[in-house]
């Protein structure tokens, strides 16, 4: 298990505003991080931050910017670095055993949090016990989901219901650990993420958590509280897809105890998003493949979507995009 | 400003270093949540030993309550749920064998698998995807379909058994009513990779064909209760369990009623719950010695009334392993039992650490062995000092390390 540094947990729950270690991992992209830890800056809330970035090999020329960038702050970020590119996975276990506050938040270099963010997680997370609560709990928040070229369109969680069941499913409860404030005590039991999974290593993780007793809850509040900034280009629908099956394997049971209908139903859901990457990479080959095995997990539903022209290119489902 | 300097590549050091534990264990059983019985608490707490001895622990239960474990699960630990949570697409099999014109086999035969199949189907789902390396099962309700789902995969099963075998396999009227249920508890042993008793007697129950798999793991005493000091002892008479048949409080009631007298001094309290409560209530009235003999209730720290009452009487028809009469021999008190009362009789040992009845003569025999620890203050000292020793290996070190060797050995480690 993660981590030596120690806790100052029992006490927290009385500090009002207790240090929170910001958790972000970077590769190749120091403009979108300058947007992201301008993000921090603007929080409204009273406490410390305690940022941390780790970044995964990027190019030298990158590199040299990057630590330009953070000289540049006024506000000091601890800089870790793997030298050669590891993935984001294990980048994200970097991460998680640098962790030392009482709070960790995550977030992904190019999304940004509105300034109220961290102070409603942080006013939830208190009245949930704090990081000591016997009860293992994540604060996730409704978002805006930024198309490049399109209008934001709020993303609300829904937490009221099957946890589980709505992870797999991904509609009404994504698995974004950018939405999420928590103990940082309750990151480490989850464990290590799988570095197997170079895409949606959130969704394991999530359901990870939720096997361990955690709980998804929200602020007291219906606003979006941060924005992801969302493309589909350059994502490789085959890794996706591949990704999608291994978790699929890897908690089998979750999909299964549900029944074979709701397990049909994901697995038809796996190959239209698997398409909708292969589309947007102009992929015509691998998005014919992707639509011709959604179609033999649910014929007529497919027929149906196909009829209501719901498979244009950029039409398909939206669900976990890792 | 001032960024913390940038540290040099290589400092996340190898890239396997956040590889998960090695060996994955899951504990399979079918009903934990809100419940604090014995063998829950066994459960929790072996997995909570060999999460912190370096395994991956997953905990899988099948049940259709919601809740949460009674006992503290460590935080590490999975817990899935693998009943289905979706209605049979299938009714018809029910409706057609539910027939009571087909011979009881056929009709037997058939609840047994519309019941159990799809429990089954998802366990097995489990094992040949989540791959863990050993599973554990307790009580007769998991190791059968914890058997059956994993025949077949790399998944080494070990059942455990937390009572005498002739009951768990043989009473009609234990955990199942249907004889297929019976059956098919023995069947399956043959997949186990090793079956798990609690003494050495018990293993030697099953078949010649199964003998080589048996292994021996008793329970164990409480930390919470050794870390009491044996004090001035009062002089009370005290039972802990279950207010249930089979521990057989009615025949202590009647065994005081026949001495209580002669011993103004002396007192009986029970403590625990149960079904038999109001009966037992009733027949202390009846025999009017309600001054004398109490019902304590239950209480969280038994290991200080242990630490101060006299004797402890433990009547009970048959135990998987007499917790009470070994906690309270670990905080030197003598025990007084029948002779032939299994889980007990393995460790006391009569005119050693307590004194043994002869069920035959029932409360009078009973009576007569208490009487004879209450009217000698020597004698119970002397058989109270030998406790310790006699339920020394009880341990929860020598439980974990036995359980860790196991493990091993399945995995050809060892």
Same mark, same amino acid.
């Given at each position: 298990?993660?981590?030596?540094?120690?806790?100052?947990?029992?006490?927290?729950?009385?500090?009002?505003?207790?240090?929170?270690?910001?958790?972000?991992?970077?590769?190749?992209?120091?403009?979108?991080?300058?947007?992201?830890?301008?993000?921090?800056?603007?929080?409204?809330?009273?406490?410390?931050?305690?940022?941390?970035?780790?970044?995964?090999?990027?190019?030298?020329?990158?590199?040299?910017?990057?630590?330009?960038?953070?000289?540049?702050?006024?506000?000091?970020?601890?800089?870790?670095?793997?030298?050669?590119?590891?993935?984001?996975?294990?980048?994200?276990?970097?991460?998680?055993?640098?962790?030392?506050?009482?709070?960790?938040?995550?977030?992904?270099?190019?999304?940004?949090?509105?300034?109220?963010?961290?102070?409603?997680?942080?006013?939830?997370?208190?009245?949930?016990?704090?990081?000591?609560?016997?009860?293992?709990?994540?604060?996730?928040?409704?978002?805006?989901?930024?198309?490049?070229?399109?209008?934001?369109?709020?993303?609300?969680?829904?937490?009221?219901?099957?946890?589980?069941?709505?992870?797999?499913?991904?509609?009404?409860?994504?698995?974004?650990?950018?939405?999420?404030?928590?103990?940082?005590?309750?990151?480490?039991?989850?464990?290590?993420?799988?570095?197997?999974?170079?895409?949606?290593?959130?969704?394991?993780?999530?359901?990870?958590?939720?096997?361990?007793?955690?709980?998804?809850?929200?602020?007291?509040?219906?606003?979006?509280?941060?924005?992801?900034?969302?493309?589909?280009?350059?994502?490789?629908?085959?890794?996706?897809?591949?990704?999608?099956?291994?978790?699929?394997?890897?908690?089998?049971?979750?999909?299964?105890?549900?029944?074979?209908?709701?397990?049909?139903?994901?697995?038809?859901?796996?190959?239209?998003?698997?398409?909708?990457?292969?589309?947007?990479?102009?992929?015509?080959?691998?998005?014919?493949?992707?639509?011709?095995?959604?179609?033999?997990?649910?014929?007529?539903?497919?027929?149906?979507?196909?009829?209501?022209?719901?498979?244009?290119?950029?039409?398909?489902?939206?669900?976990?995009?890792? | %400003?001032?960024?913390?300097?940038?540290?040099?590549?290589?400092?996340?050091?190898?890239?396997?270093?956040?590889?998960?534990?090695?060996?994955?264990?899951?504990?399979?059983?079918?009903?934990?949540?809100?419940?604090?019985?014995?063998?829950?608490?066994?459960?929790?707490?072996?997995?909570? %030993?060999?999460?912190?001895?370096?395994?991956?622990?997953?905990?899988?239960?099948?049940?259709?309550?919601?809740?949460?474990?009674?006992?503290?699960?460590?935080?590490?630990?999975?817990?899935?749920?693998?009943?289905?949570?979706?209605?049979?697409?299938?009714?018809?099999?029910?409706?057609?064998?539910?027939?009571?014109?087909?011979?009881?086999?056929?009709?037997?035969?058939?609840?047994?698998?519309?019941?159990?199949?799809?429990?089954?189907? /998802?366990?097995?789902?489990?094992?040949? !995807?989540?791959?863990?390396?050993?599973?554990?099962?307790?009580? *007769? *309700?998991?190791?059968?379909?914890?058997?059956?789902?994993?025949?077949?995969?790399?998944?080494?099963?070990? *059942?455990?058994? !937390?009572?005498?075998?002739?009951?768990?396999?043989?009473?009609?009227?234990?955990?199942? +009513?249907?004889?297929?249920?019976?059956?098919?508890? %023995?069947?399956?042993? =043959? !997949?186990?990779?090793?079956?798990?008793?609690?003494?050495?007697?018990?293993?030697?129950?099953?078949?010649?064909?199964?003998?080589?798999?048996?292994?021996?793991?008793?329970?164990?005493?409480?930390?919470?209760? /050794?870390?009491?000091?044996?004090?001035?002892?009062?002089?009370?008479? @005290?039972?802990?369990?279950?207010?249930?048949?089979?521990?057989?409080?009615?025949?202590?009631?009647?065994?005081?009623? /026949?001495?209580?007298?002669?011993? *103004?001094?002396?007192?009986?309290?029970?403590?625990?719950?149960?079904?038999?409560?109001?009966?037992?209530?009733?027949?202390?009235?009846?025999?009017?010695?309600?001054?004398?003999?109490?019902?304590?209730? +239950?209480?969280?720290?038994?290991?200080?009334?242990?630490?101060?009452?006299?004797?402890?009487?433990?009547?009970?028809?048959?135990?998987?392993?007499?917790?009470?009469?070994?906690?309270?021999?670990?905080?030197? %008190?003598?025990?007084?039992?029948?002779?032939?009362?299994?889980?007990?009789?393995?460790?006391?040992?009569?005119?050693?650490?307590?004194? @043994?009845?002869?069920?035959?003569?029932?409360?009078?025999?009973?009576?007569?062995?208490?009487? =004879?620890?209450?009217?000698?203050?020597?004698?119970?000292?002397?058989?109270?000092?030998?406790?310790?020793?006699?339920?020394? +290996?009880?341990?929860?070190?020598?439980?974990?390390?036995?359980?860790?060797?196991?493990?091993? =050995?399945?995995?050809?480690?060892?």
């Amino acid at each position: 298990m993660p981590g030596s540094s120690s806790l100052n947990a029992a006490l927290a729950n009385d500090d009002p505003s207790p240090t929170i270690d910001v958790l972000i991992p970077h590769y190749n992209s120091v403009d979108a991080l300058d947007l992201s830890l301008a993000s921090i800056d603007a929080q409204d809330y009273a406490g410390r931050f305690r940022v941390v970035v780790v970044d995964d090999g990027s190019t030298p020329e990158m590199i040299a910017r990057l630590r330009d960038l953070i000289d540049r702050r006024e506000r000091p970020v601890v800089l870790l670095e793997n030298g050669v590119n590891r993935g984001r996975p294990y980048t994200r276990n970097v991460l998680l055993d640098a962790t030392e506050s009482p709070y960790t938040a995550w977030l992904d270099a190019g999304d940004a949090w509105y300034p109220s963010k961290t102070a409603a997680q942080i006013a939830e997370a208190r009245a949930l016990g704090g990081p000591d609560s016997d009860t293992p709990f994540w604060v996730t928040c409704n978002f805006d989901w930024q198309w490049t070229g399109r209008e934001a369109t709020r993303r609300f969680q829904t937490v009221d219901q099957d946890q589980v069941m709505a992870l797999l499913r991904g509609k009404d409860l994504r698995a974004y650990l950018w939405t999420l404030l928590g103990p940082t005590r309750t990151f480490r039991d989850v464990g290590w993420f799988d570095e197997k999974l170079p895409r949606l290593q959130d969704l394991d993780f999530f359901l990870r958590f939720l096997l361990k007793r955690g709980r998804l809850h929200l602020p007291d509040t219906a606003e979006s509280l941060c924005v992801y900034h969302k493309s589909d280009i350059g994502r490789d629908a085959e890794q996706i897809r591949a990704c999608h099956a291994y978790i699929f394997d890897k908690h089998r049971v979750l999909y299964t105890r549900y029944g074979p209908k709701f397990t049909r139903v994901q697995l038809y859901n796996m190959e239209i998003h698997a398409a909708r990457f292969a589309a947007s990479n102009g992929d015509g080959g691998r998005r014919a493949t992707h639509l011709w095995r959604a179609f033999r997990h649910r014929p007529k539903q497919f027929v149906r979507r196909w009829r209501s022209g719901g498979l244009k290119a950029g039409k398909e489902t939206h669900q976990h995009d890792g | %400003m001032t960024a913390a300097a940038a540290i040099p590549s290589g400092i996340s050091g190898k890239p396997d270093r956040f590889r998960p534990p090695a060996t994955r264990v899951t504990l399979v059983i079918a009903n934990l949540l809100n419940r604090g019985g014995g063998a829950e608490r066994i459960f929790v707490e072996l997995a909570n %030993m060999l999460v912190a001895r370096g395994y991956a622990v997953s905990c899988v239960h099948f049940e259709e309550a919601e809740g949460a474990p009674f006992y503290p699960l460590d935080r590490r630990i999975e817990l899935i749920n693998v009943h289905p949570r979706f209605p049979s697409e299938r009714r018809w099999p029910y409706n057609m064998f539910n027939s009571k014109r087909l011979p009881d086999r056929v009709r037997n035969w058939a609840e047994w698998h519309l019941k159990k199949d799809p429990v089954i189907g /998802l366990l097995r789902d489990y094992f040949q !995807h989540s791959k863990p390396d050993v599973a554990i099962s307790f009580l *007769p *309700p998991a190791n059968t379909p914890t058997l059956l789902a994993a025949a077949g995969t790399d998944v080494k099963v070990i *059942p455990t058994n !937390h009572n005498v075998p002739e009951r768990d396999y043989c009473d009609p009227k234990r955990w199942s +009513t249907n004889p297929y249920d019976r059956v098919m508890r %023995m069947k399956a042993l =043959r !997949h186990a990779a090793a079956i798990h008793v609690l003494f050495a007697d018990f293993g030697a129950w099953f078949p010649q064909s199964l003998q080589d798999k048996i292994v021996v793991v008793a329970n164990y005493i409480s930390k919470d209760v /050794l870390r009491h000091r044996p004090g001035e002892r009062e002089n009370t008479i @005290l039972g802990v369990g279950r207010l249930a048949p089979v521990k057989n409080y009615l025949m202590l009631a009647d065994a005081w009623a /026949l001495i209580a007298a002669q011993h *103004p001094d002396w007192r009986v309290v029970i403590y625990g719950d149960g079904p038999q409560q109001a009966k037992l209530e009733e027949r202390i009235a009846e025999l009017g010695i309600g001054d004398s003999f109490a019902l304590g209730g +239950t209480r969280s720290d038994m290991g200080e009334v242990y630490a101060r009452a006299g004797i402890l009487c433990h009547p009970a028809e048959f135990e998987g392993f007499g917790l009470a009469p070994a906690e309270a021999l670990a905080l030197k %008190m003598p025990v007084v039992a029948f002779a032939d009362c299994p889980g007990v009789n393995q460790f006391v040992v009569d005119g050693v650490n307590g004194l @043994l009845a002869d069920r035959s003569g029932g409360a009078e025999a009973l009576a007569a062995a208490l009487e =004879r620890l209450i009217d000698d203050r020597d004698l119970r000292r002397r058989l109270g000092d030998n406790g310790p020793a006699s339920v020394a +290996t009880f341990t929860e070190e020598h439980f974990a390390d036995a359980w860790v060797e196991l493990i091993e =050995r399945c995995l050809g480690k060892r």
